[in-house]
């Protein structure tokens, strides 16, 4: 006699910490129940899965849904729904909204309004301010926090601490990994007059590699002096990548899809739709960051879903405002890296749901075992699709990958046992929840 499971998802290619079998998934009150043949266990529903992978449910560490405040741009709703529909499970969104994620009523209303309304679980970053820094300790550990964020660079909305003594104060508060973006404010200041009117192609010479790289070497020399660990979001220099292979005791590493498939020759074609905080740069730099993901220097990718209207980005640069939209394409484009022999399923595995369940101490989920959520994403690793904006479910319906064809496709997004998407289709009802953490249980 076998075990009874309400869903037992049967013949797929698990891909998991210990490498890739056939095996069949069984489900139970929204947790994994037993991994392994279960041809002979009684279901509700039996998924067959021939010929897809079952992947951990996709984790990306950095949105942006603006939500309240800018809801023109996006809300948690249709960027959670863009998530689903690209086989994400869970989002962690920025705290550059209206208001600023920067008080424990913010980060409450944000949960209240994620609750059982966003398509896949949530948790937010809380901005790290001036005036807050007393308050982190207890922030960082409220429900649904995924930690603290800080601007050291001026970038979309008002968050900003961009000197050593402001990012000493937040690291000597704080026991979490804090994440940072990191360009150095006063070297952007000094080149600002090197923008030039309608040619985004000047983007990444005002915000240049040194900006990058300082901000980046004052960051981990701070986070040393403060006995703090720290996660450096989108890095976007082959430099940084060098400086932090030395550092990896304090500092964590994200890289986005961008950066690792768009190149300053794309502003050409792509104009403002590409530009980013920090820029997309030149091919030696894609390189430099590839490098340091095989090399095992890079932690997590994340998305930096960062929607801004099409009306908005076709103002002439430098009024055109930075940001691109993500959470929908990053597995379809990184699977088809993972195809072209880039990557491997496994590295893409360690790199979202792994990856960010180990830097963030997430509680319940990150990998396929029992007891864990029932998170996954099932993906077709031999289908050729094509991305277009039509298939954007973001309110600003545009991507950068237009017409490109990818060779694999996210077929399935399953959160706590429940089908959200499946073959394209929305069909669950909204019942997201805050991710757990354990260092806030
Ligand atoms: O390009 C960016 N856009 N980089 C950021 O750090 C913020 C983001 C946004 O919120 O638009």
């Keep these: 006699m076998g075990q009874t499971f309400d869903r037992i998802f049967e013949n797929a290619i698990v891909v998991n910490h210990d490498g890739r079998a056939e095996r069949d998934i069984g489900v139970a009150n929204g947790k994994i129940a037993a991994i392994g043949n279960l041809a002979q266990s009684d279901a509700g529903e039996r998924v067959n899965c021939k010929g897809l992978h079952i992947l951990p449910g996709v984790v990306d560490t950095q949105v942006h849904f603006r939500e309240p405040g800018l809801e023109h741009k996006e809300d948690l709703q249709s960027g959670s729904l863009a998530a689903v529909m690209g086989g994400v499970t869970a989002v962690f969104e920025m705290p550059n909204t209206n208001p600023l994620t920067t008080s424990e009523a913010a980060l409450a209303d944000k949960v209240a309004r994620a609750t059982n309304r966003m398509h896949c ?24 926090a995924a930690g603290i964020k800080v601007f050291m660079g001026s970038s979309t909305g ?43 192609r000047s983007h990444p010479v005002w915000r240049d590699e040194i900006a990058a790289l300082q901000c980046t070497e004052r960051l981990v020399n701070i986070a040393r002096k403060c006995g703090a660990r720290i996660h450096v979001l989108h890095i976007s220099t082959a430099e940084e990548m060098a400086f932090l292979q030395a550092h990896k005791d304090v500092a964590s590493v994200e890289v986005t899809p961008h950066h690792l498939t768009l190149t300053a020759d794309d502003y050409e074609r792509l104009g403002t739709l590409i530009q980013m905080n920090p820029p997309v740069r030149d091919k030696r730099h894609k390189e430099g960051i590839w490098q340091g993901l095989d090399q095992g220097i890079v932690d997590v990718l994340g998305s930096d879903h960062a929607p801004h209207t099409l009306a908005e980005k076709q103002k002439p640069y430098p009024a055109s405002p930075s940001g691109m939209t993500g959470v929908q394409t990053l597995v379809p484009m990184m699977l088809t890296h993972v195809n072209a022999g880039r990557l491997t399923l496994e590295r893409f595995v360690d790199l979202t749901s792994a ?30 699709e094509t991305i277009t904006n039509e298939w954007i479910a973001s309110k600003c319906s545009w991507t950068p990958y237009d017409g490109v064809e990818v060779s694999a496709w996210p077929v399935g997004t399953i959160i706590r046992g429940r089908r959200v998407m499946w073959e394209g289709e929305l069909v669950g009802g909204s019942a997201g929840q805050a991710v757990r953490f354990m260092e806030g249980l």
């Design 355 to 384: 990856g960010p369940a180990r830097l963030f101490q997430i509680a319940g989920k990150g990998r396929i075992a029992a007891g864990y959520d029932a998170d996954f994403t099932i993906v077709d690793q031999g289908r050729t």
């Design 158 to 200: 008002d968050l900003l601490i961009e000197d050593d003594e402001g990012v000493a104060a937040v690291l000597s508060k704080v026991r979490r990994r804090a994440a940072f973006h990191s360009e150095d404010e006063f070297r952007l200041r000094e080149r600002e007059h090197l923008r030039i009117e309608d040619d985004p």
């Design 121 to 144: 679980d949530f948790a937010f970053w809380v901005g790290g301010t001036r005036d807050n820094v007393d308050d982190l300790p207890e922030l960082e550990r409220l429900p649904g």
